[in-house]
């Protein structure tokens, strides 16, 4: 598994992960995604569109990393599933916790639009 950080305008931290979100990604990711999500606010953008597979050890990976961001003051969301990832997030109920956008540019949309809400 893969993750790659890039920052778009007024702030947004994109982050890509790429890859499979089973046991051995999920490991391998978890203190990443933690280490550059959970230690500061930031407004987080977590592209999936390259995630292809999705487990119970990634779900909680991305649920503790958004919770960490919202006791920050931050927001954390997800853009881009593909069409398996997305089911997944729907079955488990994550879309509640975790906003989930179509696209990148609708999640930075939508953080842009909870900053100036506050």
């Given at each position: 598994?893969?993750?790659?950080?890039?920052?778009?305008?007024?702030?947004?931290?994109?982050?890509?992960?790429?890859?499979?979100?089973?046991?051995?990604?999920?490991?391998?990711?978890?203190?990443?995604?933690?280490?550059?999500?959970?230690?500061?606010?930031?407004?987080?953008?977590?592209?999936?569109?390259?995630?292809?597979?999705?487990?119970?050890?990634?779900?909680?990976?991305?649920?503790?990393?958004?919770?960490?961001?919202?006791?920050?003051?931050?927001?954390?969301?997800?853009?881009?599933?593909?069409?398996?990832?997305?089911?997944?997030?729907?079955?488990?109920?994550?879309?509640?916790?975790?906003?989930?956008y179509p696209d990148v540019d609708s999640a930075w949309c939508a953080l842009m639009?909870?900053?100036?809400?506050?």
């Amino acid at each position: 598994m893969d993750l790659r950080s890039e920052q778009l305008a007024d702030g947004v931290e994109k982050i890509t992960l790429v890859g499979r979100m089973d046991s051995i990604g999920g490991h391998d990711i978890n203190l990443r995604l933690a280490a550059l999500v959970g230690s500061r606010k930031l407004l987080a953008v977590v592209d999936l569109s390259e995630v292809s597979f999705l487990a119970s050890i990634g779900i909680r990976t991305l649920v503790i990393n958004a919770r960490a961001q919202s006791m920050r003051g931050g927001v954390m969301a997800l853009a881009n599933p593909q069409p398996v990832v997305a089911e997944v997030l729907k079955m488990a109920g994550i879309d509640t916790i975790i906003p989930v956008y179509p696209d990148v540019d609708s999640a930075w949309c939508a953080l842009m639009a909870s900053t100036e809400s506050r």
